[in-house]
């Protein structure tokens, strides 16, 4: 969750209970829970997982309702905290990857999500096993063709509005909108019928992190019951639920999921952050024929008005043997005009650095420049070169690594167009309990959850 989101949240003046006590297991009691949930997931069928702001509070931002949440200071009248990295560089917890590395194995068979940190995608959750039931600061939709559009920037509004960009699917082109509810808005009932049929046929319903408090959402555990499933409760504060679980454990979410991995003898996997970014090279001959004017511009693959958030600077310097001047660029559009001659043929060095957040301060890519040349376009399998770029940074556990995914050329005017991809973050675990901590091997940020309630057809409801 971003304070910035809750910022855009319309005003409500009851957000239910916050502030609620929290309570933890002796550590002989949660040792215990823990091998009991380990028993539960190995022996499970149809896992589900129902997360709140609790999976997220670890990477580094406040929830709602806890002790420190955003409404808790609000109603204390205390200043809100400030997070420490930007809401757009949040990087997955440990209890995210574990979860894919429990989808990947085919335990967890889907993931019910309050929160609209987008974590979950992040971390590798496929999108059809997963239901956002409050939606997704990063992801816009079409209208139309229902088209998404997962951003690397945080969508500037809330509410299902209309957004600045469109739809670029072929023959659509319809204005997108932003997919966070508001108060006000129901939930997507796409994403509500997934949630309601794999609570259904979930023989064990693992909720983690959450307070339970926002309806409906907060009784889709229930609707395991009637087919004799079970409900396991992980969270620090009691819940309305409590009574209805077969296991409660008041334990941090990170340290009983880890437990629960080390049992099952499961590795969980580092975190690979791959970021995308175009370079734009136009060029055109002076009236006189003599010169080449060209431009560089250094660009968001969402398009040439959207923000680019994980890069702060670029310094463009050129090969050894020639005397042009360096440039560096300090603000966004990233755009360098400069005229050579038409004869020439040199390198462009682009020196990125990075914003805060990301794992590594720079990295660099060179550009070719060969007026007379004429590069042919390629598209490279995403998929396999995200894969071998992972492959990579875990091997070698540093960030800055790159490559080209396509080029494509424009005749009119003479324009290269490349998509890049780096490795921006790299964050692996050490979840072997040791004095009870959770050690990441690289610390990252955290994200939230909307700890709200909708009713699928109209106003969302508090619990009291």
């Known amino acids: ?39 539960l997931i190995q022996k499970s069928r149809h896992l589900v997982v ?75 959750i496929p999108r059809e096993k997963l239901a956002e039931l409050h939606g997704n600061s990063f992801m816009e939709t ?15 509004s809330i509410g299902l509005k209309e957004t600045s960009r469109r739809c670029s699917v ?3 082109g319809a204005k997108v909108r932003d997919t966070v509810l508001d108060w006000e808005d129901a939930l997507p009932p796409k994403e509500m019928d997934l949630a309601e049929k794999h609570c259904r046929m979930g023989d064990v319903v693992l909720c983690l992190g959450t307070s339970l408090q926002i309806t409906p959402a907060c009784n889709l555990p229930l609707k395991s019951l009637r ?42 996997p580092p975190y690979i952050r791959i970021d995308l970014f175009q370079t734009i090279l136009t060029q055109s001959l002076s009236s006189d024929k003599k010169f080449v004017n060209w431009t560089i511009r250094i660009a968001s693959v ?44 040199f390198e462009m060095f682009l020196k990125l650095k990075f914003s805060d957040g990301c794992g590594c301060l720079s990295t660099q890519i060179k550009i070719p420049f060969d007026f007379q040349a004429s590069n042919e376009g390629f598209k490279l399998d995403k998929n396999a070169t995200f894969e071998k770029m992972r492959d990579e940074a875990i091997q070698n556990p540093s960030c800055g690594q790159n490559a080209m995914l396509e080029r494509s050329t424009v005749l009119v005017p003479k324009s290269e167009i490349s998509v890049h991809a780096i490795v921006t973050n790299v964050k692996a675990f050490d979840c072997h309990l040791s004095n009870g901590d ?25 619990r009291s």
Not at 142 to 156: G, H, N, T
Not at 315 to 344: C, M, W
């Open 438 to 462: 959770i050690k990441p091997r690289i610390e990252g940020m955290k994200g939230s959850e909307t700890t709200r309630k909708r009713s699928k057809g109209g106003k969302r409801k508090m």
């Open 50 to 124: 129902f997360t709140g702001a609790g999976i997220s509070t670890s990477c580094g931002i406040p929830d709602f309702r806890g002790p420190k949440g955003i409404w808790t200071l609000q109603r204390e009248g205390k200043p809100l905290p400030e997070a420490s990295l930007p809401f757009h560089r949040a990087m997955p917890s440990m209890t995210h990857m574990a979860l894919v590395e429990l989808e990947k194995a085919g335990i967890l068979k889907f993931v019910i999500s309050q929160n609209v940190d987008g974590l979950h995608l992040r971390s590798g």
């Open 142 to 156: 079409c209208p139309s063709c229902r088209a998404e559009y997962l951003r690397d920037f945080e969508v500037e």
């Open 227 to 268: 087919g004799g499933g079970k409900i396991v409760i992980v969270n620090l504060q009691k819940t309305p639920k409590d009574k209805k679980a077969s296991l409660v454990i008041h334990g941090f979410v990170d340290k009983v999921i880890a437990g629960v991995m080390e049992l099952l003898n499961m590795q969980i």
């Open 170 to 172: 072929e023959k659509c």
């Open 1 to 39: 969750m971003s304070l910035g989101y809750a910022e855009k949240l319309s005003f409500i003046e009851d957000v239910g209970q916050v502030g609620m006590t929290e309570f933890f297991d002796s550590a002989h009691v949660l040792q215990d829970k823990i091998e009991q949930l380990a028993k």
């Open 302 to 345: 969402h398009g040439l008005s959207a923000p680019l958030p994980f890069i702060k600077s670029v310094e463009v310097s050129f090969s050894d043997n020639h005397n042009y001047r360096e440039a560096i660029l300090n603000t966004q559009p990233f755009l360098l005009k400069r005229r050579t001659a038409g004869t020439e043929t």
